[in-house]
């Protein structure tokens, strides 16, 4: 399929990198039904680690099977599927092909005492992506966290060492830990930090959570008011992270957390839509309902992007 | 001896892994009076390094010496022989391709104090189990430990290092630690949790432990109740267990713990077999009888995995 | 554009260097409207990682693209453009070749917790330096930090790969943390000190704060009342600092910190050059105004260096 | 010389060993007065190190130049000499080829202060011990120690590499730490335990220390009760001692501590032999003596384990 | 010019190392105006770093120039020069070939909290030292502190890699830190022992401090009590401090500390040559004087070396 002059010009901002890179990127925003729209839908499939499987999947047990997330995401014509080492090899051969896949490379788990910090276990490598014909590395990050100096450096020599290897980089950019309060997390000025940081860094993708109109930082919340920064709506919010992510010079989605109804979910993709954001990456809300269910919702998201619903 | 079509079904599984993994894992599985039925018992012996000498050896102290334990493995007709690496050495070249044998790469000690943490020393290297002409290496990781992200980085990366060799990886997942109370380390939510995540982080078998009907974390719990998840017996657990270990395509076997009578044990092995679990991993009960005890006994879980008991 | 005898002069100072790392100091000295006279004006835009996008580009919201930054240091005929991966790779091929540019390889961010210590992430490399075609790397070293004596290793292991590779080194020696009180972080005797300690772990180019006439060490106060050194006004405390720069054989340049009026910047000019010091390093003073008024005030402190203003 | 049966009966036991190692143990169990008995005496001079230069080598001033032990050892004819890096290299070309050497990796030393934990710094490498033609390389580990998880790895790691250069790896096991209290460093149970460790993470020989009869963990005095362990006598401690060596697949030699009457070492000796031991490791009792008393209580410690006295 | 036998003797008790080591301190032992009599005198400038530039520099403002301190070291014929990276390369094309210099690798500094620790930065490296053709590393140890063993590991590893490139190896061993009061760090026995502990990790030229008749440790004033320990008189100590370098088969230099009159400069130095000691390392001493005053000085020392005065 030929790449679309969108397609082309999103690739145009990635100045420093590779053709080999580029060609990944190209791969996931020339797949499925938003292909070539520079929208993407992306499918990411590691609660089981940080919830524990139950949590996860009980509510669709067929979703225990490995094999039901890449077949969802094939269906639904989604842009690419994300999980952890054993999830993706658990399919990697059968599905080969089929749709680019994303190696998450770093996991966190609910079995972690409080003083234990707030950090991540590296479960992957940039071999493990080459061996599974990956099209991108994802990585987590927590900004805020006393252990976010040392995920910076750890995603920063992946990202160099996947990218020689023609392999694109998605960064998770989640605020969390000792220098943020719970609200802080998914407070407006906090996000678009968050997404610059992951810009900075390197992320050829960025992902980040949709956020309130919160400021939790005293010295950011007197700029935003003295310079009337818009942030009333969740359009509003989208289009200061595209700002943030040099001035919608990387590509960035939005994920939308834990189950809800589906009209939330809609309302949430148009408002990413509406400020510019490049899409969704929507687990639970994805394979936690039935497999009916969910291509319904999927293919109604699709019709959102494309400007239809 | 040609490979069955269980044991044939139960490679495919393994979608990411070459041949060489996949040949070592078929020569667990065909070893032995269980061969071809997709079914283990294995012998580990690393309790005089978690427990000291006296502890372990005493009681049948025949144990003492290395040769002892290979021995018993081979006439018992097992699947595979597991224990630390001088342990294997002191009998390596003496009973050489007469039994597969998994190298224990860590282990943990009881001469450690509670401000150490809960952690293990690696004592093997892949280069080790190579030399040795191991099947696989051993690992134990501690989920809820707050070493246990730094345990899950050192598996995955010689688990890399392991494969890229044809050699398997066999995972002790054991929960333990600051975020867990000692209920909860034979909690089924949290065995369960134990399996996928050594799932997610590649092990080709996992090790876990049979487990109550007590439910450790709160949000897990909720979901256990609303989706009316069967936990009653332990042939349910550990069917519970085999669905969260990517819903069969993991081999896994389970340990059973101290000495206890035999009848116990038939129980566990029974709930095992009956729960769909791969098979047994079976120490200190062999160990500690008589020679003669203990060959009648492993004949007997023998034929329970037959379905003749 | 020849060599001028004045820039040959300085270059002579670096005898233990290569003609690789001589050439990129060349470059950035013989660039611009300053081209030949020693005298340097660098362009850092960096604070976005630091301060958060809102705090450094909302007022004058163009920052947001970091293409802009590009623009400005060309236009206004500066010596060099500093920025952190992503930042400068958004630019990298549009403007490759039209001015110096310098990586800087660490950054700090306002979302630390207190206990994290002061510290920044490395996140970036001498590889990408060089395949983005940079002169220099920069770093930034806390003197006073608990983190300092890591801080210093890793520049001095990065400096040595950097040079190796013909790439120059610029050091942001900035006093901070546990060692030393607030007003002591720009206190005279601190900046000479900080001076002299980029010196010697083998910085090209030195980059210090302007400083006040405050002592913060008592060993250190009890000499300079002693021997009487001269602290009483700017450009006295540059010269004291160009002495510990090992007497003027190292390049030093100084930043003015936040916005301020431009009367303020231009006596900090002109107290540099006085002093003796090569030059201003100035961020979120040029690119917080509109383009014209930082285009403006640019040119006036090239008249400044010039001895015209 | 021609190996005797003795010697290579205890070489069979080397099973997963290269011949490169094989061939060292032989030189020490083939050298001086025991030769060929299965039987060693060793001269350790670390101390220095461990207690500082006044204390080890004032009561016998000819012991500050390190000639003085190589001569020592070798006139009375001992199996091997070990010390440090430099006391080794100080006399390594006058002597070379007189006596098997065994380069100490790690010392304490008694500047530290009760915080910094306890621990070795790793002052020699395997490149060290080949360059000086070094029969073996020499280790402690403090089972017991916070930092005991590190010494194992450090050991397991340089074992590899020592072993795969033809070098062998004598493992001084010395319970110490946290964990332990002081009467719980000679502890029987914590003796057999320290060897059992040593055993299992590779040594070729096991240093240990006499014990007494007191038992440390409530969870093995237990077992010794229970089981009835003999543990009366120094003879039959050193016996148990032995078992947990694999059964006597390993050589062990014992060490007496600080200097002490002859009949006291004598007695020490002769429970060794009795106990099935290999033999003595022996410092301050001979160096902090003349010369003549030390070559005369040497020649009667090969007496006892000739079985002469 | 043609070794002398003094020399040759030295040289001949470095009994493990390469001759290109040997020819590097017989570069030194052959330079200036103590030419072959075994005695030196070292010029270190790395006060700079330790204090601060103005502590250390502005008593004699000519040495802020690093050219000053290696004309200095020439002009008075002393036997090498001792600085950090940035103060070697300052000059090292100018004074190229005219004097042996020793790169010293590590270095504190004055601005950091208690709380971090007793230890330097690593500044510098081997490739270094080759790059800048020095004769020598130097390296400061810290026995008594927390970090001792790390900073024991770290000059041991670099050690090696300086020798097998025929570089020698001078360590600072100055006791410091957590285990040792404020007199301890000049007391005898700790003075003694910090020689021995750099004699032992491979030392071939080892720097101390002039020592007190206080004795620090109770175990070693037991001893030197019995054993009546001559230390009552500075030649006694230095005597007793070249004892624990291997009996004298050791290089060893002796340091004053801050500036003070000339006759205690001498009177320092008589102690040395009467104890047996090589000579002396003499840095605030000698450049916080005029030079004219310095040169006089390093004069008369030589001259008090030589034995004339």
Redesign the interface.
Known sequence: MKMTDTVRQILR?????NPGVKAKLCSMLMQGKLAGTGKMIILPVDQ??E?????T???N?AG???HYHYQLAIDAGLNAYAA???????????FAGQIPTILKLN?A?????D??GK???????V??AL??GCAAIGFTIY??S?M???M??EI??MR?EAAACGIATVIWSY?R????SKSGETAI??A??A???A?????HVIKIKLSTDHLE?P??KK??EE?S?DIATQAARVR?CM??S??G??IVVFSGGAKKGTDSVYDDARAIRDGGGNGSIIGRNSFQRSREDALEMLQNLVDIYLGKA
Chains 1, 2, 3, 4, 5 share one sequence.
């Open positions: 901002n990635y100045e420093g990198e089981g680690f919830h524990g499987p139950a949590r999947f009980a509510p047990p225990y099977d490995p952890p080492l054993g999830q993706l090899e658990a399919g990697a051969d059968t996991s788990n609910s079995l972690m005492s003083t234990a950090n991540q276990a590296i479960t992957g490598s071999d493990d061996r599974l900004p805020g006393d976010a100096l040392d910076f450096e920063v020599e160099r605020p830990g000792e220098a943020i000025d906090i678009a930090y997404a610059q940081i810009a900075l860094i390197g992320a930082l010295e950011a700029v935003y310079q920064i200061h700002e943030a040099f001035n010079r990387r």
